[in-house]
């Protein structure tokens, strides 16, 4: 299958292909995402196919406004409408439980609930609202490797294997989307992300719980896709806490180096075995998985040192996406 590049002026081809029940690869602040038209079923089995993803992972169901969602949800709590005014369109997902029988159980996995997302992205809007249905919108990677954040990471993984890939750019954040469960009793954060518990917890007026993946009780719900190995490049990957190891470290031609600009400039090895993560936070943020990407294209690389970050709330969706690439791995335990 010969995958098409498309460009917003040729939005009307792209929103035909879906339209045929094709997958088609769409832009969102956050990552990009793999879209098929959420009520065929066919297609969203293609979609986990296409991504080589486990059938037990749900997809997150991609949509225009409230609206447009209100038709699959059971019911939209009041908690759920606070957070829509607050953050919609936007990088928040949210849980609900799902209207039965409103789509296909490839969608949800067989659960009784649906994650909801409202992208914050023209291009998008404009797609789902030709369309006139919600399309689903699982991160437009192969499972297990990084998510995209150009239209080209998703060309190197998906091309062949889907219809067309929207081109919008180079994506806003680099991290995905915030999933908070409202189909429980307290409100938990079930992936970290841009908008944070507190700014959650200060819209609703409550504690919002965030699920740490280390908590043992059972009887919190997780989502699936966390369980898997994820962001994965080939080469295995050590967190450096403290930006002064970078120094310590015995570097090769076989090692690859992911920091701050700052950090870089100190540090004396080949500027191909380095990858600026920007500026600070936000830009590692929006770096991460390009840089992971990088080094996944040197064969030659055999470890991969990555800077980490403590700074309390805003750094939550980094640190879960570097430790879950990394494997736990930090410099201080390891060597
Ligand atoms: O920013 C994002 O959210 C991106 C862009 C493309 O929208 N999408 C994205 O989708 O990251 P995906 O499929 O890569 O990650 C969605 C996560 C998975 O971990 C999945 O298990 C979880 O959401 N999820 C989806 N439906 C769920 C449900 N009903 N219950 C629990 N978890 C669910
Ligand atoms: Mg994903």
Redesign the pocket.
């Known amino acids: 299958m010969e995958t098409k590049i498309f460009k917003k002026e040729n939005l009307d081809d792209a929103v035909e292909l879906l339209a045929k029940g094709e997958l088609v690869a769409f832009p ?1 602040e ?4 793999l879209g098929a038209i959420a009520t065929k079923e066919q297609s969203v089995k293609n979609v986990y196919a296409a991504k080589g993803r486990p059938s037990d ?4 169901v ?1 949509v225009a406004n409230e609206q447009m969602m209100a038709k699959y949800a059971k019911e939209v709590p009041d908690r759920a409408k606070k957070l829509i005014k607050a953050f919609w369109p936007g ?1 928040l ?1 949210i ?1 609900l439980y799902v209207k039965p029988g409103a789509l296909p159980d490839a969608v ?2 067989g ?1 009784p ?3 909801f ?1 409202c ?1 914050d992205d023209q291009l998008t809007h404009d797609l789902i609202g030709r369309l006139g249905y919600p399309i689903v ?4 990677n192969t499972s297990t490797k990084p ?1 995209p954040t150009t239209a080209m990471h998703v060309y190197h993984d998906l091309k062949g294997k889907i219809a067309g890939i929207i081109d919008g750019g180079a994506t806003r954040v680099g991290l ?2 915030t ?1 908070i ?1 409202l189909s429980v009793e307290q409100p938990i954060v ?2 970290p ?1 841009e908008i944070t518990p507190e700014q959650l917890s200060s819209v609703l007026g409550e504690k919002v719980l965030i699920n740490t993946g280390k908590v043992s009780d059972k009887d919190i ?6 369980k898997y190995r994820h962001y994965a490049p080939s080469a295995p990957v050590v967190i450096v806490d403290n930006p002064e190891d970078f120094k310590k470290i015995n570097y090769s031609e076989k090692t690859g180096v992911m920091a701050l600009e700052t950090v870089l400039e100190q540090l004396s090895i080949p500027t191909e075995n380095k990858f600026s993560l920007g500026q600070d936070l936000t830009a590692a943020d929006h770096n991460l998985f390009g840089g992971l990407r990088y080094f996944d294209e040197m064969p030659e690389i055999e470890q991969i040192f990555v800077q980490g970050f403590d700074e309390g709330e805003t750094s939550l969706a980094y640190m879960n996406r570097l430790s879950k690439a990394a494997a736990g791995h930090h410099y201080r335990n390891n060597n």
């Open positions: 969102t956050t990552v990009y995402g992972n749900p997809l997150i991609t990088p997902t849980l949800t996995g659960l609930t649906v994650a997302r992208p919108g699982p991160s437009a998510s995905e989307s999933i469960d079930l992936r992300g719900p997780k989502a699936p896709g966390m």
